[in-house]
């Protein structure tokens, strides 16, 4: 199905659903910083293709979606959670499954705790807890420490911009596996080539909370399943076992040697999971 651009209350939103509307729904929800481009098309179609209505969207300042000035966001995280209602709402519904990836996983979090009543079960890969504990967790590694710290490249030229987000992309797959640096790089150029303005999504770096849910994990109400990678340089599986432990009945699935976020070759493990858990008399 072809992008379609949404506008709830006032907001403009681009979208794109995969399969049967009237199949369970899935809302994808993006990390930080990316676009839905980052839910790969042949994942979502494998999703779809095991009788699921998903969908995916550009969070504000990525992709096709309303772009604020760089530095100056018009919007917070909260802002950021109620999206996702927005999208549910544009397509008619009440309620839906939800998957979040790092950050987007803290977001799909904030929205079970925010709004209960439209979130049916929740996945949450690559990511860490949305409202802080009483045990500490570890930071991430010292690689990616050490790339984080460094300058990001910025301005007109978008050779540099590719070359240093394909390098974070190198980093965040953890260093276990084999890169795939063409397949990084495809996704990248088409990424920063499809944006009103790929520097747009660095207000990301710089959003206030808003009104957010202070809520313990321990009030999530809905199944959840935990995917992390043993390799993630981000949050260290201790994360993902962590939110496991906080919300009631949690499960956890363990990805030997997977970094951050979803890699190709898990994409058969992620989606089987992912189906098994949104089936009817799971969830």
Do not use: K
């Not at 939800?98 to 439209?118: C, I, K, M, N, Y």
């Not at 935990?226 to 962590?242: C, K, N, S």
Request: hydrophobic content about 45%.
């Amino acid at each position: 199905m072809a992008e379609r651009v949404i506008e709830v209350d006032g907001i403009e939103l681009c979208t794109e659903s995969f399969g049967d509307p009237s199949d369970p729904p899935v809302l994808l929800v993006m990390g930080l910083g990316a676009s839905m481009l980052w839910w790969e098309e042949g994942f979502c179609r494998m999703l779809a293709a095991g009788g699921r209505f998903v969908i995916r969207y550009d969070h504000r300042d990525t992709g096709r979606s309303v772009t604020y000035p760089p530095g100056r966001p018009g919007y917070t995280t909260a802002d950021l959670v109620d999206d996702a209602v927005r999208v549910l709402r544009a397509h008619g519904i009440a309620a839906a499954h939800v998957v979040g990836v790092s950050a987007g996983g803290a977001l799909a979090q904030l929205l079970a705790l925010a709004h209960p009543g439209r979130v049916r079960s929740l996945v949450l890969i690559s990511t860490s807890c949305a409202v802080p504990g009483d045990r500490e967790l570890p930071p991430p590694t010292e690689e990616f420490a050490r790339f984080a710290s460094a300058a990001r490249a910025d301005g007109p030229d978008a050779e540099s911009v590719i070359e240093h987000q394909v390098a974070y992309a190198r980093v965040l797959a953890g260093g276990r596996r084999p890169f795939d640096e063409a397949a990084a790089r495809d996704l990248v150029r088409r990424d920063v080539e499809r944006a009103h303005d790929f520097g747009a999504a660095r207000n990301h770096d710089v959003l206030t909370d808003g009104e957010v849910p202070r809520a313990p994990l321990s009030s999530i109400a809905v199944p959840t399943l935990v995917i992390h990678g043993t390799a993630d340089p981000m949050f260290p599986l201790r994360h993902g076992e962590a939110l496991a432990e906080r919300i009631p009945g949690g499960r956890l699935l363990a990805l030997r040697d997977a970094g951050h976020g979803i890699g190709r070759a898990d994409w058969s493990t992620v989606v089987a999971a992912v189906l098994d858990h949104t089936a009817a008399g799971r969830s």
